[in-house]
T-cell receptor
Framework: LAKITQPISMDSYEGQEVNITCSHNNIATNDYITWYQQFPSQGPRFIIQ???TKVTNEVASLFIPADRKSSTLSLPRVSLSDTAVYYC??????????????FGQGTELSVKP | DGGITQSPKYLFRKEGQNVTLSCEQNLNHDAMYWYRQDPGQGLRLIYYSQIVNDFQKGDIAEGYSVSREKKESFPLTVTSAQKNPTAFYLC??????????FGPGTRLLVL
């Protein structure tokens, strides 16, 4: 199973771009990479998902190098409301009889004015 | 209004008591999941179900039980065998794309 490593915490200021990198050296061929945002006492909220190269949506971008052993979540122009814990997940399809999602320990992002 | 609902928001358990946490979804998702989250920790998988009337143990299933009699519902029972049940419990569901969508969570406390 892939072991997930991400920074415990990060600080930023409003308006800055924030990049959070996740290491997943043992990622399997079928695994995809997903990022979630979680506020205190709430369920995680899906941000973005990718398999390789770059994925972009209205809130973030996800960069995945060719070897897929790491990934970087990029949050453009953060605001105070982006203060939260960000989880990197790696996992394969459950339908393949054994795929399992592995959560990292999360990165606590603090955005300051 | 589609989504995943969990109830209650807070639940108190006495010693030796079984308690059941509710999870309902109206997203027409086949798969549903239960996770446990301890303070300052990531999520750990308790049970998951890919289809009605079928479920599989996750990483920390001991002391828990589930049922999946309906597609919309996946209740979790925390039994008296679970010696450290205090945690935040999260239910999720996923459709064909397998992206998991989470409910608001239930916080379980022991009296």
């Amino acid at each position: 199973l892939a072991k997930i490593t991400q920074p415990i915490s990060m600080d930023s200021y409003e308006g800055q771009e924030v990049n959070i990198t996740c290491s997943h050296n043992n990622i399997a061929t079928n695994d995809y990479i997903t990022w979630y945002q979680q506020f205190p006492s709430q369920g995680p909220r899906f941000i973005i998902q990718g398999y390789k190269t770059k994925v972009t949506n209205e809130v973030a971008s996800l960069f995945i190098p060719a070897d897929r052993k790491s990934s970087t979540l990029s949050l453009p122009r953060v605001s105070l409301s982006d203060t939260a814990v960000y989880y990197c997940l790696v996992g394969g399809p459950f339908r393949n009889q054994g795929g399992k999602l592995i959560f990292g320990q999360g990165t606590e992002l603090s955005v300051k004015p | 209004d589609g989504g995943i609902t969990q109830s209650p928001k807070y639940l108190f358990r006495k010693e030796g008591q079984n308690v059941t946490l509710s999870c309902e979804q109206n997203l027409n998702h086949d798969a549903m999941y239960w996770y446990r989250q301890d303070p300052g920790q990531g999520l750990r998988l308790i049970y998951y179900s890919q289809i009605v009337n079928d479920f599989q143990k996750g990483d920390i299933a001991e002391g828990y039980s589930v049922s999946r009699e309906k597609k919309e519902s996946f209740p979790l029972t925390v039994t008296s065998a679970q010696k450290n049940p205090t945690a935040f419990y999260l239910c999720a569901s996923s459709g064909p794309g397998e992206t998991q969508y989470f409910g608001p969570g239930t916080r379980l406390l022991v009296l």
